[in-house]
């Protein structure tokens, strides 16, 4: 006897037409988004290629910057060396303050805070969050500049041993160190955000296994509740490095502009990509733009790539693989 | 067969023991040290659970049943202060270890919890460590220093039935196991820092009969030595697992303990009405 093999069947769905039209929608609203990025990228790329296929791979590392004249007589040198080192200075030691200072802002507001001062204190983040840099910028320059002279002065005094520590002149004010700490207190709101939301995940019987075990608070959170957030905390990390990377008006206020390596985080050295464009945009000439364009580019691939990295990590904590 | 001091049982069908002195439910002549006395429990203004007097008897299980929102959870966390991290929770009465009242000023909770340990309803190995981490994570937590922490994880893992399954695998991570492992695995993380008393809330209710099985031979054999007091809602637990029983019972307000006894008692003979009637499932 024969008989047919079981045929597989097609599974139909019948989409209602509000089914269609509100699929349309979010469908659009996704990909526009996407598109969108896709074209900045492209009109980036398209508009400084001239500059990257003339200066190739010297527009990274050179440190020159040079509008030439019309007639040709000066030429055309354009690189942004100092400029990406400082962005990558300022940005680090923005890290190394914000991180372990949101670590313990969040850390507090979920096992420390009583709870009327943690819901004023998470509001207040959150209003915090949404200052524009300009405000932190023009505090940085105002208020803050003359604590980090002082702290600058000490770093010098004692460690000026420590290549990086080494300054020449006396001169503190406008330097990656003060407009690093600027830009950590920048991001800390975010961070610190990002940090206390993932601590908050940690499961409940997780602690109470460390408070039946005979641990105390610190021996929780140092046993399960850091450990459990810890991917997490690095993805807030990159987010807030990422806005550090791109941050532009507040450096703008701080830092002078200045072509020149010079590795010394203490002393008046300056600015990052982003305020080069900014301040050098309003006067540059035709070439000069394009080199310009070419370096947001540059910024544009470098926050982008940290941002990815970031949301990857965030993404692989939240799927409970904080472990 | 020993005698059991059953004078003390609340006399009144449905009203709350309140009175310490008279109503403290004496389940064994040899005392474990561990009682409660007119303890109440309140989460915010809802006042959860009232006036429970009792005495653990040593080295026995003690299971505590009765319905659902009952209290008997919550009066098993009373028992080493883990009630207090809900918020808005607050206490009455006494629990007494070796005569010290655990919520005197004067007690460290850490410390105490040491003497009392405890075992939760889902496996919880910590994630991030290996099976011999877990194990040893107790003395880490609480600064204690042994000499030989290899031989003391063999003995807890021993205990708790799990060393034949996980000798050769120490260093794998603790949630690689089977749930029931993973339960065995708890067990001997709350053994290491040897406890003499050992709380366990349901700890079979998320494991399949087989584990839960397991779990029941490890927890006679550990009351050879500890004394076991454990939350079930599993009648046939109770009486395979228990040698006394303390029955809780709401009527709408706060839980109360409605008594207690040896478990064959409770099952057979027992002196509520609704005891017999509970044990029997016609309600709960």
Known sequence: MNIAAPVKREMHVVHSRGDKV???????????????????????????????STSGFKFLTGSNWVAGSEDGVIPND??????????????????????????????????YAPQKVRRVLIALLDLAAAIPSLIFGLWGVQVFTSFGERWAYFLSDRLGWFPLFNTISDNFGRSPFVAGCVLASLVVPITTSVAREVYSRTPRELVDTCFALGGTKWGAIRTVVIPFGKSGVVGGAMLGLGRALGETIAVYLLLNINFRYTFKILE?????VASLIATKFGEATPDEIKALVAAGFVLFILTLTVNMIASSIVTRSTKGAAA | MEKVDTSVRSEQKGTPMTDTTSNTAVLDTEFAGLETRDAHAWFGDHHALA?????????????????SGCGKSTYLRLLNRMHEFIPSAAMAGEVRLHGQDIYAREVDPAAMRLKIGMVFQKPNPFPAMTIRE?????????????DDDEALMEKCLTRAGLWKEVKDRLDASGGSLSGGQQQRLCIARSLAVEPEVLLMDEPCSALD?????????????????????IVTHNMQQASRVSD?????????????????????TMFTTPNDSRTADYVQGKFG
């Open chain 1, 22 to 52: 509100f699929r349309g929608i979010v469908s659009a609203g996704a990909l526009t988004s996407l598109v969108l990025l896709g074209l900045i990228g492209v009109f980036l790329l398209a508009r400084g290629i001239e500059v990257f």
């Open chain 1, 78 to 111: 354009f690189s942004i060396g100092p400029m990406i080192v400082v962005t990558a200075i300022v940005s680090l030691i923005a890290m190394l303050f914000a991180v372990p200072m949101s670590m313990a802002g969040a850390l507090y507001l979920e096992f």
């Open chain 1, 268 to 272: 008046s050295e300056g600015g990052n």
């Open chain 2, 51 to 67: 006036g429970v007097s009792l005495q653990f008897p040593a080295r026995s299980v003690t299971g505590l049943i009765g319905p």
């Open chain 2, 134 to 146: 877990n194990v040893l994570s107790g003395l880490k937590l609480a600064h204690i220093k042994v």
């Open chain 2, 209 to 229: 009969p087989g584990s839960t099985l397991r779990i029941e031979e490890t927890i006679k054999e550990l009351a050879e030595k500890i004394t076991v007091v």
């Open chain 2, 244 to 264: 006394y029983c303390a029955f809780f019972l709401t009527d709408g307000g706060p839980g109360y303990l409605v008594e207690a006894d040896k478990t064959r």
